[in-house]
């Protein structure tokens, strides 16, 4: 399956940003999919995933409230819908999907085979 990320963008404190990860080559619902995202300096760290098999979802304690990730199997693609942006959450935020992603390994980067390229998130304070 290839990742296409996109949504990405210039926005203030407070405001909202909804990321998408368009899949092709194969039906993204048949994945569990992650979120990602890498700041200057810092490591990659865990966002948002959820599980190819029903609505399980899992967080990061630091978007939980605040983030909600969702996919629309029509469109073959997987959100981010980002609120309450602050400049904490600038990034470079990155999908990912694995097909056989346990939800105990939800948040393991190492768990998911497919990546798409990055989306940068700029927040003004």
Same mark, same amino acid.
């Given at each position: 399956?290839?990742?296409? $990320? *996109? ?9 909202? &940003?909804? &990321?998408?990860? +368009? $899949?092709?080559?194969? /039906?993204?619902?048949?994945? *569990?999919?992650?979120? @990602? ?10 966002? +948002? ?7 399980? #979802?899992?967080? +990061?304690?630091?978007?939980? =409230?605040? @983030? #909600? ?16 942006? #602050? ?15 346990? &939800?105990?390994? &939800? ?8 990546? =798409?390229? =990055? /989306? ?6």
């Amino acid at each position: 399956v290839q990742l296409q $990320a *996109s949504g990405g963008g210039l926005v203030q404190a407070g405001g909202s &940003l909804r &990321l998408s990860c +368009a $899949a092709s080559g194969r /039906t993204i619902s048949t994945y *569990s999919v992650g979120w @990602f995202r890498q700041a200057p300096g810092k490591a990659r760290e865990f966002i +948002a995933a959820m599980h190819r098999n029903g609505p399980g #979802t899992s967080y +990061a304690d630091s978007v939980k =409230g605040r @983030f #909600t990730i969702s996919r629309d199997n029509a469109k073959n693609t997987v959100y981010l819908q980002m609120n309450s942006l #602050t400049p904490e959450d600038a990034a470079v935020y990155s999908c990912a999907a694995g097909p056989s992603v346990i &939800l105990s390994n &939800l948040k393991s980067q190492n768990a998911y085979a497919y990546w =798409g390229q =990055g /989306t940068l998130v700029t927040v003004s304070s």
